[in-house]
């Protein structure tokens, strides 16, 4: 049923593309639907009430340890211990605030996997640009092992995270973070989607439709005020990210 459904998704969007018709903005749980019962943001929990809710996809944050292990967290610390300079095992036995241990990306694409939710997988920036790469790398090649190409979508706020991703994975949707680069000059680099701050839209209206010529799907974030999520609705952004998915939906339902 879940790959009748994704199948049908993909010919819907073929089909608004070949004919012209704007596809209905789509919700992106930010952290996953961390705002309810038991949950957290960036905890399993999180991510299956993401899927509970119905939404299009939901979205999380990576960090590599020193040890080349990813671990789902926003912070590039926990604790006060910084990832990116402890060895897994020292981190495996903390817990997130609503009890979780620190999930691995292998957890999150396990638990995923079962679901009918996008994977939104934001990488964050790493110190330099070679640990960008080895985490590029890990990442695209645990995505591979589980078969979850097509239902993993990447996003970053770094560029050469981006770039690595598309001569990586040059199908699969990237998206761009950080709001100061055009959709055109995004796209000669192979990247196909833009995700920025519903401000630098409003400064950049031109940017969503300059984007959607070059077939690339924009992406606006952290969007939680009913006003603003029915502004970007008429602007015709492909996708919402949110911390009110519920709102969103019903916004976006109308």
């Not at 005020?225 to 969103?248: C, F, G, S």
């Amino acid at each position: 049923m879940k790959t009748f459904k994704h199948s049908l998704i993909l010919i819907l969007l073929s089909l608004c593309c070949i004919t012209g018709v704007q596809a209905q903005t789509k919700v992106i749980a930010h952290r996953g639907f961390w705002k309810t019962e038991s949950s957290a943001q960036n905890s399993i929990t999180a991510l299956q009430k993401a899927a509970e809710a119905d939404v299009y996809g939901s979205e999380f944050d990576v960090q590599l340890t020193s040890d080349g292990v990813v671990v789902v967290n926003h912070d590039d610390a926990i604790h006060g211990i910084v990832i990116g300079n402890t060895p897994y095992e020292k981190l495996k036995n903390i817990t997130i605030s609503n009890g979780e241990k620190l999930p691995t990306l292998e957890d999150y694409l396990k638990a995923g996997k079962k679901l009918d939710v996008q994977l939104i997988l934001e990488i964050k920036p790493h110190k330099t640009k070679e640990i960008e790469d080895q985490a590029v790398e890990t990442i695209v090649r645990m995505v591979k092992k589980y078969k979850l190409t097509r239902k993993v979508e990447y996003i970053s706020f770094s560029l050469n995270i981006c770039e690595q991703l598309a001569k990586l994975t040059p199908k699969s949707e990237i998206a761009y973070l950080n709001g100061d680069i055009s959709p055109k000059e995004l796209k000669s680099k192979g990247i196909n989607g833009i995700d920025y701050h519903f401000n630098v839209l409003y400064k950049h209206p031109e940017w969503i439709e300059e984007a959607h010529n070059a077939k690339m799907k924009v992406n606006t974030w952290t969007v939680d005020n009913d006003k603003d999520m029915q502004r970007l609705i008429d602007m015709k952004v492909d996708y919402l990210t949110t911390d009110e998915p519920l709102k969103a939906k019903e916004l976006t339902n109308k």
